[in-house]
């Protein structure tokens, strides 16, 4: 079974200049995450839908991101206009039961360098 | 709110010794508490959990059980394997704390030397 697919696995832009990740949940999970992880902050819950509806996103950092899941299989997180320190690994997980379970499945993760 | 916290890395052992890696928490409700393990250039897995106190949750050798009145939820194995060397999260859920998703810790970084 194919897992969390997240495209791009890496990304190099500049400051200033707009950046889409994105994210293909495990089908038939209707709870997907967004996960930023940096040394200093470790991992950090962005936002998360559950049933395609953004539940809490008090975890994005501020108006240059936002996030949306037009429908059960496509996610986006984007950054306009990106700056250094949002440089960092973002993770998408999705789940079968919602979060309450645990049970998370991650991608790979998109490595996001901003110079 | 709802923290973990684990100790600081890296850990570096030997194959074949001991390991503990401490963790301990704070939360509001009756959380749920589990291990997920980070290999290099990958994603998170998770490990093992358990949901209630006294629980004890393992997986590959790795062990774990959900201690209430320490808020503690500590991850050991008897021998490890260089294989075993990766990036290890305690982390909770709670429900009942109003927020759904997991609470992470920042990571223990285990390094097995040959």
């Known amino acids: 079974d194919a897992g969390v697919i997240q495209s791009p696995r890496h990304e190099v832009t500049e400051m200033g200049q707009e950046v889409t990740l994105r994210c293909k949940p495990i089908s038939g999970h209707n709870s997907l995450f967004w996960y930023r992880q940096t040394m200093m902050r470790g991992l950090e819950l962005l936002i998360y839908f559950n049933n395609n509806v953004p539940i809490d996103d008090s975890g994005m950092p501020e108006d240059r991101f936002s996030a949306k899941m037009p429908n059960a299989s496509f996610s986006t997180l984007k950054i306009q206009p990106s700056e250094p320190r949002d440089s960092a690994v973002y993770f998408c997980?999705?789940?079968?039961?919602?979060?309450?379970?645990?049970?998370?499945?991650f991608g790979e993760g998109s490595r996001l360098t901003v110079l | 709110g709802d923290s973990v916290t684990q100790m600081e890395g890296p850990v570096t052992l030997s194959e074949e010794a001991f390991l503990t890696i401490n963790c301990t928490y704070t939360?509001?409700?009756?959380?749920?508490l589990f291990w997920y393990v980070q290999y290099p250039g990958e994603g998170l897995q998770l490990l093992l959990k358990a949901t209630k106190a006294d629980d004890k949750g393992s997986n590959k050798g790795f062990e774990a059980t959900y201690r209430k009145e320490t808020t503690s939820f500590h991850l050991e194995k008897g021998s490890v394997q260089v294989s075993d060397s990766a990036v290890y999260f305690c982390?909770?859920?709670?429900?009942?704390?109003?927020?759904?998703?997991?609470?992470f810790g920042k990571g223990t970084h285990l390094i097995i030397q040959p």
């Open positions: 982390a909770l859920s709670d429900p009942g704390g109003g927020a759904d998703g997991l609470t």
């Open positions: 997980a999705s789940s079968l039961l919602g979060g309450g379970t645990g049970e998370l499945f």
């Open positions: 939360a509001t409700g009756y959380p749920s």
